[in-house]
């Protein structure tokens, strides 16, 4: 069988970031990393896949195998990946014959998602950065604890994330479904349908992670502030820099890691350093 020709186009998996905690320490966190990477077989683009980086030949051609579009090993030829063009190219001997077919139906998923709406998403966000109100440690505190009588599906059956939309402390609606972007999605169709408006002290709950996706949605949305009990991407980060929008990841109890805070986020309600806590370093 003859070799397949295979870049090692390996990348870390995480990187660090610096993020403010609720003492109003800064200090350093590291973050998984968030890549696009656009998969072409045979020079026509098939989807892109949003990824750590870590090892992303392996990826594309899992992807391809279990989407029956490669169907024996010995079909490959080469698989490159370019990281400078976001781009892997995997070269085959053999096509199925009812590929566009099989491309021209797709099924979304109700997981954590492969990026496939990446590009068409960032084209509808608003250039100009949002603007919110500052928001304080307070009312972050109020709001994670009126967020604990909802979760009804998750209490009862697990397996879901949950969505909310906020006004300050207030929960004004919240939406579980088995995916964190099918939930998020059903409150902007709510928000629409609905003829509500969003203001400048809106908050957007989400219990999955602050990746670039679901950035984006809220950024749509016009929310300027972006809470998760989980944490936070790379490409989840810059692109909240980039719209204006503040994250505040790992929301549970008293503790968070605030990103994008400056002047927007005010420490009104420092919690009383606990005996032995270590999370002391200056960044």
Known sequence: MPPISLSRAR???????EVLDEYGDHRRQAIAAERP????????????LMTLGADPEALVVGYL????????REDLV???VDWEVEAAAVVTRHLPEDLDERLGHRTVTTGCGQGTVFGRLLDAVPQQPLSVEPVRQSVL???????????????????????????Q???LDFVEDVGRHNAVDTLAGRQWLEEGAITASDIFYTTG???????????????????SRSGVTQKGVELAERFGVM?????????????????????????????????????
């Open 11 to 17: 990348l870390p998996a995480t990187l660090e970031i």
């Open 37 to 48: 990477l656009t998969l072409y077989l045979n020079k026509r683009e098939i989807v892109t």
């Open 65 to 72: 195998r279990n989407q029956g579009l490669i169907e024996r």
């Open 78 to 80: 080469a698989v490159h």
């Open 141 to 167: 505190y109020a709001l994670l604890e009126n967020l604990g009588a909802y979760n009804e599906t998750y209490r009862s059956a697990g397996a879901v994330h949950g969505c909310a939309l906020c006004r």
């Open 169 to 171: 402390s207030e929960v």
């Open 209 to 227: 992670r602050l990746t670039s996706e679901m950035v984006i949605k809220v950024a749509q949305m016009g929310i300027g502030v972006l809470v």
């Open 247 to 283: 994250l505040i990841a790992r929301a549970k109890g008293r503790h968070f890691q605030a990103i994008h805070a400056h002047r927007r986020l005010e420490l009104d309600a420092v919690p009383a350093r606990r005996p032995g806590d270590k999370r002391r370093e200056k960044a």
